[in-house]
């Protein structure tokens, strides 16, 4: 189970801290990532850090945010800084499938909104 918390709404240019506590799975062997579902795209990569902390961003937050995990926690983090309107949507943390990179398991999701 994944379970995210941390969205809100801000004003651009503004920052949120989102968190996703995992259970039921061992959350140290896993690649973990963030996705988004905005007003223009079902689904979009956003970040994702691997077992190793080898972290990749999507070109759109890179600069901005920064996803980061705590293991000991079972708690995986996306720092958002400097947000803009089109960053507005639902964001979800999700396991990912270590040969595909593409999601295995999602949260709920949290909303984040960012008016201009």
């Known amino acids: 189970q994944l379970v995210e918390s941390g969205g809100g709404h801000v004003q651009t240019g503004g920052s949120l801290s989102l968190s996703c506590v995992g259970s039921?799975?061992?959350?140290?062997?896993?690649?973990m990532g963030w996705y988004r579902r905005t007003p223009g795209k079902e689904r979009e990569f956003v970040a994702r850090?691997?077992?190793?902390?080898?972290?990749y961003y999507a070109d759109s937050v890179k600069g901005r945010f920064a996803i980061s995990r705590d293991n000991a926690k079972n708690t995986l983090y996306l720092q958002m800084n400097n947000l803009r309107p089109e960053d507005t949507g639902v964001y979800y943390c999700?396991?990912?499938?270590?040969?595909?990179?593409?999601?295995?398991?999602w949260g709920q999701g949290t909303q984040v909104t960012v008016s201009s």
């Open positions: 999700v396991t990912l499938n270590y040969y595909t990179q593409e999601p295995d398991d």
């Open positions: 039921g799975f061992f959350f140290a062997n896993h690649f």
């Open positions: 850090i691997t077992i190793a902390q080898d972290i």
